[in-house]
């Protein structure tokens, strides 16, 4: 849990299109670098992020089983594309459409993640908000949070293989 008690306000923050925001982390998610557009964006300063684990910016409304999905792929060293929704320090939030992928040294080893995030599409906000809100209702209905959140994760690959698409181009659908 963040240090810094954030409630979401229900405002939505925008970037630009064209712009990008950026983060590196360690192997345990701890922040080691954030571009300015990350900091103006997320409303902290670089002295606040780095160090702090990524999930400094995590909104309430996302579902664990996103990044369920996310952190099995990248510790499998692939790459993944996904719709995410994040909070700023002031409790604002906003979507970004996430490309993440581990850093690799010279004898192939993980050394640590890079995220580079843009501006999503408004419609593909719109199919990812409805679908992340079925997530969380799943993942919150059960009393272990555990449970819920691989209840949720099953509903997900269950609906992929019900539509007979892999996740990314379910993704790329939105």
Known sequence: MSKYAVRPTGRESLFREGELIVSKTDLKGRITYCNDVFRRIAGFTEEELLGAPHSIIRHPDMPRCVFKLLWDTIEAKGEIFAYV????????????????TPTLDAKGNIVGYHSNRRKPRPEAVAAAAGLYRELKAIEDAPSSRKEGMQEAYAHFIDLLAKKGVSYDRFLFSL
Do not use: F
């Open 85 to 100: 929704i994040n909070l700023a320090k002031n409790g604002d939030h906003y979507w970004v459409l996430a490309h993440v």
